[in-house]
């Protein structure tokens, strides 16, 4: 058996391995989507000397099982109609986790913001850290990758949405003190969240991790590694950080 779970701890989808019809049989939009984000990603331009980058992420999302595509691409929809209708202040994230238990797939967190900005790029790399501590320890082993996926409204006509990808590897080296830094900032917003589900018309549920982030929302832990912008301008890191640390951010189609 292989879990996928959302955000809040208390929510489990377990199928079995062997799926009862053929990949998106049931749906065939929802099977899509991480089609398309998977096409997304491989047109993405690599500056020179990432083209490992870009294999490992494209690998990373080709290995997630056929049986769970269905049910994330359904709820990654969800997310996406829900975060194109924000119109309030700050920033709407939800996110779901799909990781093994057990399984040889690669753990992935993906996030749906109501816009690209500081907070949307904040709330995925805070949560991967700590995902990527959580399983690396739960395992006892580091060396491996762990994938971030957000999903972005398009200011672009014509596409749908834009696509950012993050991946951890190996000892991050972060202190304790920190990623329990992190988990606590988590822990807040998924309070906040709390309240939001409450609301009339909030459109969350208990299976959506939900967070609402103004504009000086608490930088994560660690922040600062580089990452590909929108444009496709990049800070020079060191060949360590480069290990560590690979992000691309791609308008979809």
């Not at 079995?16 to 089609?35: C, I, S, T």
């Not at 590897?169 to 992190?182: F, H, K, S, V, Y």
């Not at 967070?211 to 929302?217: I, K, R, W």
Request: a neutral charge.
């Amino acid at each position: 058996m292989v879990s996928v779970l959302g955000a809040r701890p208390s929510e489990t989808i377990s199928v079995a391995r062997a799926p009862l019809h053929a990949a998106g049989h049931d749906a065939q939009e929802p099977y899509l989507m991480l089609r398309m984000i998977m096409e997304d990603v491989a047109e993405t331009p690599v500056p020179e000397g990432r083209d490992a980058d870009l294999l490992l992420i494209l690998a990373a999302l080709d290995g997630l099982p056929v049986e769970h595509r269905t049910e994330l691409g359904r709820t990654l929809i969800r997310f996406m109609k829900s975060a194109a209708q924000h119109t309030k202040p700050g920033t709407l994230t939800h996110s779901r986790t799909a990781i093994p238990a057990p399984g040889d797939f690669t753990p992935l967190r993906f996030v749906v913001a109501s816009r690209l900005s500081e907070e949307a790029r904040d709330a995925l790399m805070i949560r991967l850290q700590v995902l990527h501590h959580d399983y690396s320890t739960a395992i006892g082993d580091w060396e491996h990758c762990t994938l971030g996926v957000m999903l972005t409204p398009s200011t672009v006509p014509g596409r749908l949405w834009d696509t950012s990808t993050t991946a951890l590897w190996g000892n991050q080296g972060q202190p304790l003190e920190m990623i329990e830094r992190a988990r606590a900032i988590i822990n807040d917003a998924a309070s906040r969240a709390a309240s939001l589900d409450a609301l009339p018309g909030s459109g969350t549920g208990p299976d959506v991790e939900s967070t609402l982030t103004a504009d000086s929302a608490a930088r994560p832990p660690g922040s600062g590694t580089p990452s590909l912008g929108a444009a496709g301008r990049e800070p020079k890191p060191t060949d360590q950080q480069r290990r560590k640390h690979r992000s691309r951010d791609r308008p979809a189609r």
